[in-house]
C-alpha cells in the first residue's frame, strides 16, 4: 500500500524552528519527486516546496517565495523519508502541512501535521 | 502564476442529483496539466481526475471531467452521500503549482 507518514508538527514561538518528516512506502521513493504543500484556515491549498527525485533530468528543489530562505526541504533515500526544515516560523506559517508524492498532480498523500506559530 | 477560479463556492444538492463543478484559469493550461481533487473533513486531498479527464485509480465512474485551454469542469453523475466534500482543481502547468479556492458540495 502507498503510503506517506508524517510527523513532527506542534507549537512553536514565533521566530522558532520545527522539522517535519515524511516517512514513504509502498513506492519506489528514491526515484520520485516529492512535495510539501499547507493549508491554512482560511485559505487555499498552497505548494511550499517539492524536491527531484534521483535520476532526474534536472535536479530541483522549488520554494514558495515566502518560504524562500526559512524553509529547507530534503531527503534521505536510504531511509525513504523526506523533511521539511522550518526556522524563523512567522504566525502565518500557521497551517496543516502535507507530503505528497509527485511535483505534477499529486496522486498519494500523507495525513498531515498541524504547525502552530504563536506565542 | 496561474489563478484558478472555482464556482460556484457551495451547492446544495440531494444524493442522487448530478453536479457539475467549474474551475477557470487565468491563462491557458499547457497539455491539459489540471487534475480535480475530494477532500472531506479532516483528510487530506484525494487525487479524482489528473490531465484534465483522466480518473485517478479507484475512483468511481460516476466522476469524470472534461476541458481545455481555460475552461475546466468535473461532473458527477449520481451524487452519492460520500461525495459531499470539499472539491479543488489545481494546476501544473506552470509553476508554481495553483489551486482553486474549491467548492463545498453539502447535502440539502
Known amino acids: 500500500e502507498l503510503q506517506l507518514l508524517q510527523s513532527g508538527g506542534g507549537l512553536v514561538p514565533p521566530g522558532g524552528s520545527l522539522t517535519l518528516s515524511c516517512a514513504a512506502s509502498g513506492f519506489n521513493f528514491t526515484k520520485q519527486a516529492m512535495s510539501w504543500l499547507r493549508q491554512a484556515p482560511g485559505r487555499g491549498l498552497e505548494w511550499v516546496s517539492a524536491i527531484s527525485g534521483s535520476g532526474s533530468r534536472v535536479d530541483f528543489t522549488y520554494y514558495e517565495q515566502s518560504v524562500r530562505g526559512r524553509f529547507l526541504t530534503s531527503r534521505d533515500n536510504s531511509k525513504n523519508t523526506l523533511y521539511l526544515q522550518m526556522n524563523s516560523l512567522r504566525a502565518e506559517d500557521t497551517a496543516i502541512y502535507y507530503c505528497?508524492?509527485?511535483?505534477?498532480?499529486?496522486?498519494?498523500w500523507g495525513r498531515g501535521t498541524t504547525v502552530i506559530v504563536s506565542a | 502564476e496561474i489563478v484558478l477560479t472555482q464556482s460556484p463556492g457551495t451547492l446544495s444538492l440531494s444524493p442522487g442529483e448530478r453536479v457539475t463543478l467549474s474551475c477557470r484559469a487565468s491563462?491557458?493550461?499547457?497539455?491539459?496539466?489540471l487534475a480535480w481533487y475530494q477532500q472531506r473533513p479532516g483528510l487530506p486531498p484525494r487525487l479524482l481526475i489528473y490531465?484534465?479527464?483522466h480518473r485517478a485509480p479507484g475512483v468511481p465512474d460516476r466522476f469524470g471531467a472534461s476541458g481545455s485551454g481555460t475552461v475546466f469542469t468535473l461532473t458527477i453523475s449520481r451524487l452519492a452521500p460520500d461525495d459531499f466534500a470539499f472539491y479543488f482543481c489545481?494546476?501544473?502547468?506552470?509553476?508554481?503549482?495553483?489551486f482553486g479556492q474549491g467548492t463545498t458540495l453539502e447535502s440539502k
Open positions: 491563462e491557458s493550461i499547457s497539455n491539459n496539466y
Open positions: 490531465d484534465a479527464s
Open positions: 505528497a508524492k509527485g511535483r505534477s498532480f499529486l496522486d498519494v
Open positions: 489545481q494546476q501544473y502547468s506552470g509553476s508554481p503549482r495553483t
